[in-house]
């Protein structure tokens, strides 16, 4: 009995060369007792979706998101937020890798994923850009020249618009036809694919303000096509911190429970994997990690550490800021990747659908 008593649960990781982040880490608090909090959530897209219920899109407009291979993101339709069940995956997401941690192993989310599910193309230039200082008035005469209308000085937060000055102006433009100027539905197609962008596929915390670097990259309808919107898409998840410090909601509800037990008993087949660039973030796939989510017999991954300061990098005090040069060193690594195709023997196993 007195080997069991000296016996102390250990909340690890027991050999932290990968996991360096476990300080700050959200499973830190559930060891601590903390079981009932629920992360907060915020969103802008209600009234984009709100929008284009009660104002089908005109079929001129359509044409153009689909000439940018964004109108999967648009017929995804308005998501659904389950809290319960994403407090339940961030405590097992390690941003160290990449990957979510369960019973059966390591899992992440695939380009594959994002194009099948939203048609984004994950082929393509990195999302990057030249981060110009740009004064409100440079912000306004963009916003004249893309989208049609002069945002006012207060809707402005720096470089960033509130989503209700294009949510007004959106409802001034409705009365289009078949005889609207070329231009003006070029405008308003860029209405629409901005606020996806900025909203949807490449968010922050705002809740209630789009940013305005990716504007730019529409002035030429004709070239968004040509983007990696799709590993652009997945680059802010993988770049996402879940510090301890974040908001949580305290609550009893019995469903987070129920999301922790689903999460502890998954088997293989329920699982999918991860990448890459947006702008300023460059994070780095890892498929080495997951190779039985392909049916591929796992083998003990490369090792890859990021440097220390890598997790507080941001925009934040980088103004004038050329993206394409920051990350340049990076940059021959995408242009070719299918040389770095990772591989191994079929997992017989994994693939056993008996």
Not at 142 to 171: E, Y
Not at 306 to 322: A, Q, S, Y
């Amino acid at each position: 009995m007195t080997g069991y008593s000296a016996y102390q649960l250990d909340l690890g990781p027991l050999e932290p060369s990968v996991l360096t982040q476990q300080l700050t880490h959200r499973s830190r608090d559930i060891w601590n007792g903390s079981v009932n909090m629920i992360l907060n959530t915020r969103r802008c897209d209600g009234k984009f979706w709100d929008l284009v219920k009660k104002y089908p899109i005109h079929p001129r407009v359509l044409e153009m998101i689909e000439l940018s291979r964004l109108y999967g993101v648009y017929r995804s339709n308005r998501p659904s937020i389950d809290r319960s069940l994403i407090t339940s995956l961030v405590e097992r997401c390690r941003p160290e890798t990449h990957t979510f941690h369960f019973r059966t192993g390591e899992a992440t989310i695939t380009l594959q994923d994002v194009e099948v599910l939203y048609g984004l193309p994950v082929n393509g230039d990195p999302v990057l850009g030249d981060e110009s200082i740009r004064t409100i008035g440079d912000w306004q005469n963009i916003c004249q020249r893309l989208l049609g209308f002069i945002p006012r000085p207060q809707d402005f937060n720096r470089s960033s618009l509130k989503v209700t000055a294009l949510n007004a102006h959106m409802l001034e433009q409705l009365q289009l036809h078949d005889l609207t100027t070329q231009e003006m539905i070029d405008q308003m197609a860029r209405c629409y694919m901005f606020w996806m962008i900025a909203c949807m596929m490449m968010a922050d915390t705002s809740g209630n303000y789009l940013k305005l670097m990716y504007l730019p990259m529409l002035e030429d309808l004709n070239v968004v096509s040509s983007y990696s919107s799709g590993s652009a898409t997945l680059a802010g998840p993988c770049a996402t911190r879940w510090f301890a410090h974040f908001s949580w909601t305290d609550t009893t509800k019995h469903v987070l429970k129920l999301f922790r037990d689903s999460l502890d008993s998954m088997t293989e087949d329920q699982r999918v994997r991860a990448p890459i660039y947006c702008w300023d973030i460059v994070e780095v796939h890892l498929p080495d990690r997951v190779m039985r989510q392909f049916g591929l017999n796992q083998t003990i991954p490369t090792p890859f550490l990021f440097d220390t300061t890598h997790f507080h990098h941001d925009r934040r005090g980088r103004p004038n800021t050329n993206w394409k040069l920051e990350h340049a060193q990076w940059l021959p690594l995408w242009n070719q990747r299918l040389q770095y195709v990772c591989d191994a023997p079929v997992d017989a196993a994994c693939c056993n659908s008996g």
